[in-house]
C-alpha cells in the first residue's frame, strides 16, 4: 500500500498478525494492514517497532520468549516454505539438552539458492515434507520428533545428544521404533547403526513404549 492508502494504518490489524508470531511481522504483513514504508520507518524512529532484519520487525512491547529466535528465523526465510528442523526441532520439542549454534531451516529444493541470514542454516529436501512429518510448537512449524531426530543424527549431532533424543521421545510416546528405523534405513549405515544403537539404549528403560503405549521388544 501506498503513502496515500486512503484506509490507512491498521494498528489492530497488525497486532492480530504478529500475535500470532511472537510479536513478529514481514514487511509485506504490515503492508497488508495498511502501513506504508514512511509509516513503518516513522514507527521505528519513535520505538513502537524493532527493525529485526531486511523486511522483518517486531512490536516493541510484545512479550519476549525462549521461542523468538527460530520464530524470527523462520519468518525472515518465508513462513510459507521454511520448517524449523534438526537440532533447532530438537531444542523446540524438548528432546535432548542440544543447544544449536545456528537456527536449522527445512526448505524445498527449489529455494536452493537461498542466502541463508546470519544464524540461520538453511537444508533442502528433493522432496516437500509431508503434513505427518511437520507439528507446530507455539505456532512455530516444526519438523516431527523422529524426522528431527534422524535429521539432526545425519547432520553430525553427537551420539549422547542422539540417544537422550530417541529415549526421551520414546518415554513420551512422541515417537516409534518403526518410524525411527524407518527414517534412518534411508540415511545410510551411519546413521542406521546411530539410531538403532540408541533405540536399544531405549528399550533397556524401563520406560521403553512405542507411540501407542505398547512395550517395545527387549523393554522388559
Known amino acids: 500500500m501506498s503513502d496515500s492508502d486512503p484506509k490507512g494504518p491498521d494498528h489492530g490489524c497488525l497486532f492480530d498478525v ?7 511481522f514481514t514487511v509485506e504483513q504490515a503492508h497488508r494492514c495498511g502501513f506504508s514504508w514512511r509509516t513503518l520507518l516513522h514507527h521505528v524512529k519513535r520505538g513502537r ?7 522483518l520487525y517486531r512490536l516493541r512491547d510484545y512479550p519476549t520468549s525462549p521461542r523468538d529466535e527460530a520464530a524470527a528465523a523462520w519468518l525472515a526465510v518465508g513462513k510459507h516454505n521454511s520448517v524449523v528442523s534438526h537440532e533447532s526441532a530438537l531444542d523446540l520439542l524438548d528432546l535432548s539438552d542440544v543447544i544449536a549454534d545456528r537456527v536449522h531451516l527445512i526448505v524445498p529444493r527449489a529455494r536452493r539458492g ?59 510416546r ?29 528399550q533397556r528403560t524401563p520406560h521403553g513404549a512405542d507411540a501407542a503405549g505398547r512395550k517395545v521388544p527387549g523393554s522388559g
Do not use: K, N, W
Not at 528433493?126 to 519438523?143: A, K, N, Q, Y
Not at 512422541?174 to 540408541?198: F, N
Open 49 to 55: 517497532f524493532l527493525h529485526v532484519r531486511r523486511g
Open 114 to 172: 537461498l542466502h541463508a541470514p546470519p544464524g540461520v542454516a538453511v537444508h533442502t529436501t528433493s522432496c516437500p515434507l509431508r503434513p505427518d512429518e511437520v507439528t507446530t510448537v507455539d505456532g512455530i512449524p516444526v519438523t516431527t520428533p523422529a524426522r528431527s531426530i534422524v535429521d539432526a543424527a545425519e547432520a553430525g549431532t553427537g551420539p549422547e545428544q542422539i540417544e537422550m533424543a530417541v529415549d526421551q521421545a520414546l518415554e513420551r
Open 18 to 24: 504478529a500475535s500470532e508470531q511472537h510479536g513478529y
Open 174 to 202: 512422541l515417537a516409534t521404533v518403526e518410524a525411527l528405523h524407518g527414517y534412518a534405513s534411508e540415511r545410510g549405515s551411519r546413521v542406521a547403526g546411530l539410531i538403532a544403537h540408541a533405540i536399544a539404549r531405549a
